[in-house]
């Protein structure tokens, strides 16, 4: 069996042990622990010398109708797929003690992995879709049944949103296909790319457009964001984990597996929308964040704030935009999976987020405060975690399309999305003074517990993930840089 | 041992410690305090090695980000006169102030966090020194604000030592907005990030006379942050809130100075900018200078004296970037005041231990004859920061003033004013602390501290001294010798004199409280109050109308009229009497079979 099947079928298999009513929390960490270590296996086998697709397994399943269950995985691919079965593991080893269908719940998270494996590891357009698909069903589900606070209101409101932008994707995956001449249309996505370099398919400006808003609104751009925030604080820390961690990542791989190789002109055509757009997230809903009086409410913006930066990765356009980019999508992927499981620890032991009751707890919890500093620091992108190569990369990058002597677009966006690393500071220093440091506030008793040593654990291996990608940013960026290389100028 | 380590060691040393400490002795007092203190101790003996071997050249690197053929951020270091010296300055000065260390923080809780803390603030700014390029000065610029906020916020119970660390850091993180955007214009227009790429490829610069003067005042805004130039110098006197070693060693001898640092290492930069770049400079440095020590003089909490005149010192040393022909006259004066300002640091922390954490000058008095040693390093480090001859500022601060009277007449008589504020407020604090008699409880039993912390005292006050004289400095700088107009020296000492008089006049009697108020000085010229206004008014607003707009308009409208729509779908569905479960399946579902039949019947 290929490798990247069973990294899809370990989980869904685990899923069914679940529902099936073994002991789920035990056979779920260990299938997400299997999962984690061939991930691990596989991108230390990946040949980078060679580099392209590897692990490739094809399987005509509709060979008439062009459908094949296709897998396969590039440097791209097999850090994303790192970075969901790291998610993974610490989501499913942070779950507290569920009161009802607990079987139920750990098979939604693992049904979300195997989605996102699937995304990440499908070279065939269909399955590429179908299993983000798959991977959303199990969010709403785990909002409508264990979230907090409005939780059915939340859930529609989340399937509304993400299915009109799954819609709008699906016109736009259309279209992209219809593009080709019909003799050679396929929906092999390495096929469809040589196409669109060879210039033998030119599916045009609407086209793009339906694929930027279509994976724009599953990243939450401006102005389609307003989805996110409430969906995060109302959904269980585990799910919001793997949505904002690892899902939501799926935008940000679609554009970056076919907006670019496919649409450079488009990109280059419409860069100043996205200027504006991503500006939007980064200026606009940073100081919405600021506004905010709830710690998960604030990280569900901060991370909608923090996709703003990847795009302006992505309109960058060259190998140092699109290299730190995708390094983003795994250091923002880790960092908001470690806020979120923290805030999740410090409702349960508090029994609330708002900052007006917090205060203090670093005294009475220095654990969970070390921890949370250094999650909050990774966020703000302070050298040492692959957040800050990410963000430098980013900026660089974009900073190159600009033309000495003048301050043209990309040089004042830049500089505009370079001010988002003053706001993220005030609002995350903010957060961390009021929660942990200062008086105790009202929720906060001498009795409260440290966090358990589940979390901690699980924290501390998202955390170092991040410090030892940050040290040594080169070992994602030789997976990544091929990828990128032929974008090169 | 390879020399060609000498300097790896010395940056990575301490952050070792650092980690060995916060991982492996959380709980163990007596051993984080010697392993930070043999630390510091080994960066410094091997500190001085290399400056003794100045033929010792390192060009290893570390790559740290690259991408072969377009871009590489490596780790490397520089070893050149300016940055030996500061090695030395840096690693010495840590040594004695993680000795005092041990003594101060006697019987606190947090020991290990607290010399964890200063191992990674020890490990960051070496890296400022050492660095080779603009990104890896960035990083652990960076790096020491970090650790800054870390010991700030040591007594992070206290709210105004939490307020004060949360401040330092997004008051830096401004001036390092600034700093990013510069470095990132100055590589687009030299294609390096490397301080020796730049200087070569300055030509590129040059052509474009607009764009490199911004670059150059943009990473200047990396100095009014560090280096707490005005209009960001309102963390600095907070961060008093921090232990007092801790504001000796970062907030005053060196962290504080990397701006000056940085300066100085992209001074031929500077010098091809055109003329207005470094007359921006010196006017914020001027200006700096003299509104600090308008501040200083009205303060009544002797840490906050010692900040503000830091603040000033500064601001002297930015002018003398400004003026001078060379980085050296800047150095020269960051190297003097760098020990003279410690000592009186870590004097007031003896001072402040001695009186139970009293920090109000005015609850004390009469300490002359019950701390006789600290006292005597007091009037060393008042007579060396007045600028006294036979003292160590004398020499760097004259040659500042002297460029300066070459440069531009009036902000030669702004800081021969601020020598007179400087000599003042001095000479107030000194009166008022140790003579007279007793102003409380505590200040009658104050008592001599313990050998611990009198011996690194005893050790600074030596090169507050002598650190300027001719046969001393010449082995650290390579100072030019600039006509004297007589003007200066008269100048600075009737300010020097005049100084004294004065705060006699006012103090030297013993008042009970201060004969003078100023409300305009006290209250910092109500700059603080005008930032409060803006964080809390413009920039909390705005937030909450952007809040107000996400919520009802973006959200409201825009999102509940596509819910509308769908609504009725939902309707449908309910009244089918399916569950969320399926309903949520169907619709995806519903999608998948789109595609599907899309495929099929195309």
Avoid at chain 1, 325 to 337: D, E, P, Q, V, W
Avoid at chain 1, 367 to 381: D, E, H, N, P, T
Avoid at chain 2, 332 to 349: D, I, P, V, W
Wanted: charged content about 10%; hydrophobic content about 55%; proline content about 5%.
């Amino acid at each position: 069996m290929s490798p990247l099947l069973s990294l899809i079928l370990i989980p869904l298999v685990t899923a069914a042990f679940c529902m099936a009513g073994a002991a789920p929390r035990r056979i779920s960490l260990f299938g997400a622990g299997a999962n984690l270590l061939l991930g691990l296996y596989l991108l230390v086998s990946y040949n980078i010398g060679i580099g392209g697709f590897q692990f490739v397994s094809e399987n005509a399943l509709f060979p008439s109708y062009g459908i094949h269950f296709s897998l396969g995985a590039d440097g791209l691919s097999l850090v994303l797929i790192l970075l969901a079965t790291l998610v993974t593991f610490a989501a499913v080893w942070v779950t507290p003690k569920i009161e009802k269908f607990a079987g139920m719940f750990y098979a939604c998270l693992l049904f979300i992995s195997a989605g996102a494996i699937g995304a990440f590891s499908s070279i065939d357009l269909f399955f590429f879709y179908a299993f983000h698909e798959l991977a959303l069903i199990p969010t709403f589900l785990l909002i409508g049944i264990w979230g907090s606070g409005e939780r059915q209101r939340i859930a529609w409101k989340v399937t509304i949103y993400l299915a009109f932008g799954s819609f709008i994707l699906l016109l736009g995956l259309i279209g992209l296909w219809q593009a080709a001449p019909p003799e050679l249309r396929t929906l092999d996505i390495r096929l469809l790319q040589q196409l669109g370099y060879a210039g033998m398919m030119q599916p045009g400006p609407v086209v793009y457009l339906l694929l930027l808003f279509g994976f724009g609104i599953l990243i939450a751009l401006f102005p389609f964001h307003t989805w996110a925030p409430e969906a995060y604080a109302s959904a269980p820390a585990p799910a919001a984990m793997l949505h904002a961690g690892v899902l939501k990542k799926f935008g940000l791989y679609g554009l970056l597996r076919l907006a670019v190789p496919i649409f450079p002109a488009e990109i280059q055509q419409f860069a100043h929308l996205v200027l504006i757009l991503l500006l939007g997230n980064i200026l606009y809903v940073g100081f919405v964040t600021l506004a905010q009086k709830r710690l998960d409410l604030m990280l569900g913006y901060s991370s909608v704030m923090h996709m703003g930066h990847a795009f302006l990765g992505f309109v960058a356009l060259n190998q140092l935009g699109l290299g730190g980019m995708s390094l983003m999508l795994f250091a923002h992927g880790l960092t908001i999976a470690a806020l979120f499981a923290l805030s999740g620890e410090i409702a349960r032991r508090t029994g609330t987020l708002e900052f007006s009751q917090l205060g203090g707890l670093a005294g009475v919890a220095p654990k969970l405060g070390l921890l949370f500093g250094f999650a909050a620091m990774a966020s703000i992108g302070l050298p040492g975690f692959s957040t800050f190569a990410s963000e430098i990369m980013i900026f660089f990058g974009a900073f190159a399309r600009g033309t000495v002597g003048s301050f043209d677009w990309f040089q004042t966006c830049t500089a505009l999305a370079l001010w988002g690393v003053v706001i993220s500071a005030v609002y995350m220093l903010r957060a961390y003074r009021n929660i942990f440091w200062g008086a105790q506030g009202s929720a906060v008793k001498d009795d409260t517990q440290d966090m358990s040593s589940g979390v901690r654990w699980a924290v501390i291996i998202l955390i170092a993930g991040l410090l030892v990608t940050g040290f040594r940013p080169a070992l994602l960026l030789n997976y990544l840089n091929p990828v990128f290389a032929y974008l090169a100028p | 041992m390879n020399p060609q380590l000498w300097p790896w060691i010395i940056l990575f040393a301490p952050l070792v410690a650092a980690g060995v400490i916060l991982f492996l002795l959380p709980r163990n007092n007596t051993a984080a305090g010697w392993l930070g203190v043999l630390t510091a101790a080994l960066t410094c003996f091997l500190s001085w090695k290399v400056f003794l071997n100045p033929s010792l050249v390192v060009t290893a690197q570390i790559p740290w980000i690259e991408i072969p053929g377009i871009f590489s951020i490596p780790i490397g270091v520089i070893l050149d006169d300016l940055s030996r010296v500061m090695l030395v300055v840096v690693t010495t000065i840590a040594t004695l102030v993680f000795i005092y260390s041990a003594g101060y923080m006697r019987g606190d809780e947090g020991i290990p966090r607290y010399y964890a803390s200063l191992c990674l603030f020890l490990f960051s700014m070496l890296g400022i020194v050492l660095a080779d390029n603009f990104v890896m000065m960035f990083i652990f610029w960076e790096l020491v604000g970090v650790s800054s906020y870390l010991l700030i916020g040591h007594y992070f119970r206290k709210d105004s030592a939490a307020d004060a660390a949360k401040q330092a850091f997004t008051v830096n993180r401004v001036g390092d907005f600034g700093f990013m955007l510069g470095i990132l214009m100055l590589w687009l227009a030299t294609g390096s990030i490397m301080f020796a790429g730049i200087e070569q490829n300055l030509s590129a610069l040059t052509l474009h006379p607009g764009y490199l003067t911004a670059a150059c005042l943009l990473v200047f805004c990396g100095t009014l942050g560090k280096s707490a130039q005005m209009p960001l110098h309102v963390w600095l006197p907070n961060s008093m809130e921090g232990p007092t070693p801790v504001s000796s060693l970062l907030h005053a001898a060196t962290m504080v100075a990397a701006g000056v640092y940085m300066l100085a290492r992209i001074f031929p930069v500077l010098l091809a900018a055109p003329e207005i770049t470094r007359e921006v400079i010196m006017w914020i440095g001027a200006i700096t200078c003299f509104a600090a020590g308008l501040m200083a003089t009205q303060q009544d909490d002797i840490k906050r004296i010692l900040a503000y005149s830091t603040i000033s010192q500064l601001g002297y040393m930015v002018v003398g970037i400004a003026v001078a022909p060379a980085g050296e006259i800047a150095m020269f004066h960051l190297f003097t005041h760098a020990f003279f300002k410690c000592m009186l640091f870590l004097c007031a922390g003896s001072v402040i231990i001695a009186l139970h954490h009293e920090q109000d000058i005015w609850k004390m008095g009469g300490l002359l004859g019950r701390m006789p040693l600290t006292a005597l390093c007091v009037v060393v480090g008042t007579l060396a920061l007045a600028g006294t001859p036979g003292f160590s500022g004398y020499y760097s601060k004259d040659l500042i003033v002297a460029y300066a009277h070459g440069a531009n007449n009036a902000v030669f008589w702004i800081t021969a004013g601020a020598a007179l504020l400087t000599s003042f407020y001095m000479f107030r604090l000194f009166f008022v602390v140790f003579l007279g008699r007793p102003r409380s409880e505590h200040a009658e039993h104050a008592k001599q501290s313990p050998a611990v912390m009198t011996i690194p005292l005893l050790l600074l006050a030596i090169p507050s001294v002598a650190a300027g004289y001719p046969v001393v400095a010449k082995h650290f700088f390579d100072l030019p010798h600039p006509e004297m107009p007589h003007v200066v020296h008269y100048a600075l000492l009737a300010a020097l004199i005049g100084g004294v008089v004065l705060a006699a006049a006012l103090y030297a009697r013993g008042p009970l409280k201060d004969p003078v108020r100023i409300p305009l000085f006290a209250n910092r010229l109500y700059i603080d109050n005008f930032y409060g206004w803006l964080v809390s008014r413009v920039q909390g607003g705005l937030a909450v109308i952007g809040s107000w707009f996400d919520r009802w308009i973006i959200d409201g409208l825009v999102v509940t009229g596509a819910a509308r729509t769908v609504w009725a779908t939902g309707y449908v569905l309910r009244l089918l009497q399916l569950g969320n479960l399926q309903a949520y399946a169907f619709f995806f579902g519903a999608g998948m079979l789109a595609l599907l039949y899309f495929l099929i019947f195309r």
